[in-house]
Each structure stands twice: as structure tokens, then as C-alpha cells.
């Protein structure tokens, strides 16, 4: 945030005024319409899943902003097509010009496909391997993936909360 302050001019009796960039952190909480939240059909709690989603629709500027930061990786990516099932029934008129579907998964991923992605930055086509079930579910991460128009993936990364839990509450 910006926030107004003054600086002494070196050299002179004077004082320069202008703004000051000052970090600022703030938590929000945001309103998930239940039928956009999906979660793991075995679970009786966000802890106990195996993993939790949101789906929505965003601005396409927005996801283009976090490529220039570093948030998402660099794809080929464009609006998306009208999903009635995310939209809002109320309204009248449904825009569907520059939206993006996303859907942020909060919950286990096998390490392998992380690390993998952390150092190639390449995309994991197997994702399902066929080894024994067990060995399926050992090795798994807490990690947040975000996929955009159902199939390209912007964001892989493990879990960067410091308690390592997810940030949904039902």
C-alpha cells in the first residue's frame, strides 16, 4: 500500500513530500458457492480428504498478470467457453468474453510429480502409475495444483503454508 510521507532533501533545509510503498499483508476470506467446491466423496472433513477443489471463472488479464509475476508457468492459454453450472442463474445477460476456468486443488499429490516440475518444469504425462495400491498412496505431498480451461496446468507446488494445512474452511 501506499501511504503518504516526507524525506529531508540532502544538503538543504528542505523536505521532499510524496507516497511510500509500505508491504502490507492482509487475510480475506472468500465466499465459495457449494456447488464450485468439490472435495474427496469418502471424506467427513477438509483434514480428512484426500484432497479439496474450487472451480471458477476469472478474468483472463488476471491470470495473464500472475504469468508476468512468476505465479503460474507461461502457456498458451485463452477464454474459455460458458459453463451454466459455475455461472450465476440470477443474472440476465452471462458475459463470456475473457474468463478462464480454474480449478485450484488444495490436498496429497505424489512428491515425484512435484519435484519433478519444481526442476524441469515439464509436464507429467503418466499420471496414474500401475504399481501396487499401496504403493500408490506412500510418498504423498500436501500441494496446491492450479488447471486452467481443463487441461493446462499453471501451478504445481508443494504446500508453502508454514503449518502445511489448507487454506478452506467448511
Do not use: W
Not at 477443489?53 to 467457453?81: C, L, N, Q, T, W
Amino acid at each position: 500500500e501506499y501511504i503518504p510521507a516526507t524525506q529531508p532533501i540532502p544538503g538543504s533545509q528542505q523536505a521532499a513530500y510524496g507516497v511510500q510503498e509500505k508491504e502490507y499483508f492482509c487475510v480475506k476470506t472468500v465466499p465459495v458457492n457449494p456447488k464450485n467446491f468439490l472435495i474427496d466423496p469418502n471424506a467427513t472433513s477438509i483434514e480428512d480428504a484426500m484432497g479439496c477443489a474450487i472451480e471458477k471463472f476469472v478474468s483472463i488479464h488476471k491470470v495473464v498478470e500472475g504469468m508476468e509475476k512468476g505465479i503460474y508457468r507461461k502457456v498458451d492459454i485463452g477464454p474459455s467457453g460458458n459453463d451454466d453450472d459455475l455461472e450465476a442463474t440470477q443474472e440476465l445477460v452471462e458475459f463470456q468474453d475473457d474468463k478462464v476456468k480454474l480449478l485450484t486443488y488444495y490436498g496429497l499429490v505424489p512428491k515425484e510429480y512435484i519435484e519433478q516440475l519444481e526442476n524441469d518444469g515439464e509436464e507429467v504425462v503418466d499420471l496414474f502409475p500401475e504399481d501396487s495400491t499401496a504403493d500408490t498412496y506412500s510418498g504423498l505431498v500436501e500441494a496446491i495444483v492450479v488447471i486452467a480451461n481443463d487441461g493446462l496446468l499453471l501451478k504445481a507446488e508443494k504446500s508453502p503454508y508454514m503449518m502445511k494445512d489448507r487454506p478452506v474452511v467448511a
